[in-house]
């Protein structure tokens, strides 16, 4: 297993294998790309985009791709998937991105959800697709990440959203479809709090069992603006790093703001002896060893 630090600010973590930054997250704020470091960008959800051009929002008959949808929930905004101007610009960012660091690891690839995106350009596409809906829409996703994939010299992560049943009617993603460009696949499961981990777990095996190229899943630790009490905690992290691990999961990363964040984490895990100690039997060594590396960075 490999471990990785995922932040939002351009600063590596000692103790991780491997570091991304959040060069573009969904809102949609953009930072310069770090050479030492992995870049992770957000591709439709992008708030900055959505308010410069309200146009490019993704339509549907539940109401727009916008954070004020109540009836889908949209954490961002999301942009419709065929904007012309919008898929070339960020073609051509992508690879500047990847010239400029290790890598990039994706996210927000697709479509916003069940029943986007109904602009009249997309209602065009479809119709002279002689294509059905669905098939439509995974058509337009996988044909732009291949197109992605023309770009990236380096290494290249597609990031999913945490429906291993539902992701192509929701999204037009086809895991085996999109399997041939992602050198792995990064499913994120952030939640502010972990205390259930047999759903996480359940999960790391569903994705397990469908991708066709490495999973890495990724977890919530501290996020921009949050309350200390409403994050996870230690103990919750611990467990379900242990419980999804021992799943046959190829890497997990941690998400957190700052850098400062991770090294307080690490310290918080190094700190559970008892709890480390008991969760030698459950089955993911890789886990525990790497709890153990900290000791010597942050003790
Ligand atoms: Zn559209």
Redesign the pocket.
Known sequence: MRFGSYVFEPKKVPGFDFDLFRVKPEVGRRQPPQPDMYSNVAIFGDNVTARNHPEWV??SEYGPGLRTNERQNFRWDIL????PEFREEMLNYIEDVDRRSMGVWLNSIHFADYG????????E?WQKSGLSWLEWRKKEVTEYIAQVRERVNKELVIGLLPDPVNSYERFGIDFDALAPYADAFNVVMFSKTYATPWYWEMLSRAFKKLLKKPVYISLYVYGPGDNPKEVPSPEELLMVSVRCGRQGIDGILYLADKASQLVDFQKALVDKVELRQRLKNYGCPEVLELVERWEDIVG
């Open positions: 993704s339509q419709c998937h065929t904007v986007h995106c109904i602009c009249p350009r997309c209602k596409k």
